[in-house]
């Protein structure tokens, strides 16, 4: 593969915090997932979704937090409209649990089957908070990216004992503050893809994701993952 043209950071806070709407609870542990256009009734799906399954019944409200996450994500998006046409976007809601007592360091690999002359295009999917803690994110520097090399090499180890090795190595590295309402952009498929974990669950989160490709890419990767591409899953 080509070396990757470096048209966006691999990691970045985006500059205007969005107005999240108030609510305290979430009523299960569940996710709504979408792939597939831009331009759909994604929005209204995905408030319709969060009313439903949260104490909020300000539809109106998470309407205009899902359009301006959509839009400001899509802006920052490396493309031209054809290039970022469709998207996967999910939300998860969680109550509170101890999976993630000791973080699960990782970087996200590759998404999907990337369009033939694009390969070398940066990659990134965009997160925003809406209940609770934020994800934990370390900073895009090499003593983080070095510390995760010999970590990919000890894949063959018991997977709770490689997580553990990896929470003692950065229980000291100062995370990356993310603040209410502020989206980050991940980069993935890179050998500098933000190294980032799952927060502590000690209460309710809602947390949502977005990225962007082509109809030919988002429909290679419902093909890796077995879903059905235009199909709301979680309503």
């Not at 890179?190 to 190294?195: A, G, K, M, N, T």
Request: net charge negative; with cysteine; charged share 25%.
């Amino acid at each position: 593969m080509p070396p990757l043209t470096y048209n966006s950071a691999p990691l970045l806070i985006l500059p205007l915090a969005i107005d999240v709407p108030h609510f305290t609870s979430v009523e299960r542990n569940t996710t709504f997932n979408y792939f597939g256009p831009v331009s759909s009734p994604l929005v209204s799906r995905a408030a319709h979704f969060l009313c439903s399954n949260t104490d909020t019944a300000d539809e109106a409200s998470l309407d205009t937090t899902l359009q301006s996450f959509l839009h400001a994500s899509h802006a920052d998006c490396v493309g031209n409209a054809d290039e970022k046409s469709c998207c996967w976007f999910t939300i998860r809601l969680t109550k509170p649990h101890s999976g993630f007592d000791v973080p699960r360091w990782h970087q996200d690999g590759r998404m999907y089957t990337y369009d033939e002359g694009r390969e070398a295009v940066a990659r990134s999917k965009y997160a925003l908070t809406l209940l609770g803690p934020p994800t934990l994110v370390l900073p895009a520097e090499d003593a983080v990216f070095a510390t995760m090399a010999p970590g990919e090499e000890k894949q063959d180890q018991v997977y709770g004992d490689l997580r553990m090795w990896l929470a003692q190595r950065f229980q000291d590295v100062k995370r990356v503050e993310v603040g209410k309402g502020q989206v980050v952009r991940f980069g993935w498929g890179r050998e500098d893809s933000p190294v980032h974990s799952e927060p502590r669950l000690e209460t309710d989160r809602v947390f949502m994701t977005v990225l962007f490709g082509s109809e030919r890419e988002l429909r290679s990767m419902c093909e890796i993952r077995g879903v059905n591409f235009g199909k709301f899953d979680g309503m």
